[in-house]
């Protein structure tokens, strides 16, 4: 599964973002039994989960970005979204999608957020 990420960039505090993840190589039969994820990682920290979202819809959050992000997906178009709002600098970080299934993870390459104060 190969997926592609977008939407990041430069936005300043209480600001909002969309991120985009595609899977534009995958038929919908193989990504919708996918669990889809958003990560992140900042300069210097481990590498987090932020948002997830499994195939039939159940999602959940870091502590640190309930109320504030949502994550959803359209099967049909084969993409997961991540919805960002009231961002804070503590946002900004290098954000991944993943798609997970089975124990096997597939990542996309990173799309930058910061978040200035």
């Known amino acids: 599964v190969q997926l592609q990420a977008s939407g990041g960039g430069l936005v300043q505090a209480g600001g909002s973002l969309r991120l985009s993840c595609a899977a534009p190589?995958?038929?919908?039969?193989?990504?919708?039994?996918?669990?889809m994820a958003w990560y992140r990682q900042a300069p210097g920290k481990q590498r987090e989960l932020v948002a997830r979202?499994?195939?039939?819809?159940?999602?959940n959050y870091v502590d640190s970005v309930q109320g504030r992000f949502t994550i959803s997906r359209d099967n049909a178009k084969k993409r997961v979204y991540l919805q960002m709002n009231d961002l804070k600098p503590e946002d900004t970080a290098v954000y991944y999608c993943?798609?997970?299934?089975?124990?096997?993870?597939?990542w996309g390459q990173g799309t930058q957020v910061t978040v200035s104060s």
């Open positions: 979202i499994t195939s039939d819809r159940k999602t």
């Open positions: 993943n798609a997970e299934r089975i124990g096997n993870y597939y």
């Open positions: 190589g995958t038929i919908s039969s193989i990504f919708n039994p996918f669990t």
